[in-house]
């Protein structure tokens, strides 16, 4: 993506965020709910994580227009998993970006499952790429497993979307590799052969053994790298650990632009509460 893209992730893209210049302290307070962990540098025009299953890629249908309508040379990449793709704004998403003809990737990450519920009982079409058809542009499935793979697709559908206002679905078919949270047990409706067979595409491992096979990787530059992960974690969670909580009327700041006298009355009334309780 380039730094005038648009990015509008989904709650699992963390590592991407990173990778667009989102640092960890902001990761952490985005999932302490602080609401200042929203706030991107001011040249970043990257939309913060999407919880609501399903709704952003409406959301990126809005800022891909924007971009047609300024005449703006960039793209929109929005990303979600399998299961958003049964909801009904993915499908509504899709036909607008057709329509319109807007410069919008959407890239699924279709790991099989959503939760407890298999990719077979989600949709009878073959593939989730092929759903781009019927919004008359193109999708493609990609081995999600591959990460060269996934750059050069993806990279390629943004240039196409920059250059022609031509939407694009790219389907990255992969595996979950464990359960799809601390209180799940994917034991209970998992296939345990599944799971065992996927394992031998596992994409770190497989790219590990890619740049070792090149001559670039070594155990001691790992040994670096993660002595320095380690380093820039801990020095974040002290960060996150000592930022000063927000004021209370942080909760009416960013409403409206001009806060209703409503919600002014509400906001006065709570901070004399505040000053009655400490004095």
């Known amino acids: 993506m380039a730094k005038n893209d648009i990015f509008v992730p ?17 990761i952490l307070l985005y999932w302490g709910g602080d609401e200042r962990g929203n706030c991107y540098t001011p040249d970043s025009r990257d939309f913060p994580p999407c919880v609501p299953v399903g709704s952003q890629p409406l959301h990126a249908v809005g800022a891909a227009y924007a971009l047609k309508f300024r005449k703006e040379k960039n793209a929109v990449l929005v990303t979600c998993g399998d299961g958003a793709t049964s909801q009904g704004d993915f499908y509504e998403a899709l036909n607008a970006a057709g329509v319109w003809k807007l410069p919008l990737v959407f890239v699924v990450c279709n790991n099989q499952w959503a939760i407890s519920v298999s990719r077979a ?29 996934v750059q050069v697709r993806t990279a390629e559908a943004l240039k196409n979307a920059r250059e022609k206002n031509e939407p694009h679905l790219l389907e990255l078919v992969c595996y979950r590799q464990h359960d799809h949270t601390t209180a799940d047990d994917a034991s209970r409706y998992e296939p345990k052969h599944l799971r065992e067979q996927e394992w031998k595409k596992e994409p770190i491992h497989r790219l590990r053994v890619y740049l070792e096979s090149l001559g670039v990787w070594t155990e001691s530059l790992e040994a670096s790298i993660q002595a320095e992960v380690v380093q820039t974690v801990d020095t974040a969670v002290k960060a996150y650990l000592d930022t000063p909580p927000q004021p209370l009327t942080s909760l009416f700041d960013y409403l409206y632009a001009t806060l209703p006298k409503v919600y002014a009355e509400q906001r006065d009334g709570l901070l004399k509460r505040e000053k009655l309780a400490h004095g």
């Open 121 to 149: 009982a989600q949709t009878a079409a073959h593939t989730i790429a092929q759903k781009a058809i019927a919004a008359g542009f193109g999708g493609e499935q990609v081995d999600g497993n591959d990460v060269i793979a």
């Open 10 to 26: 989904y709650y699992r893209d963390m590592g991407t965020l990173i990778q667009r210049g989102v640092s960890l302290e902001q």
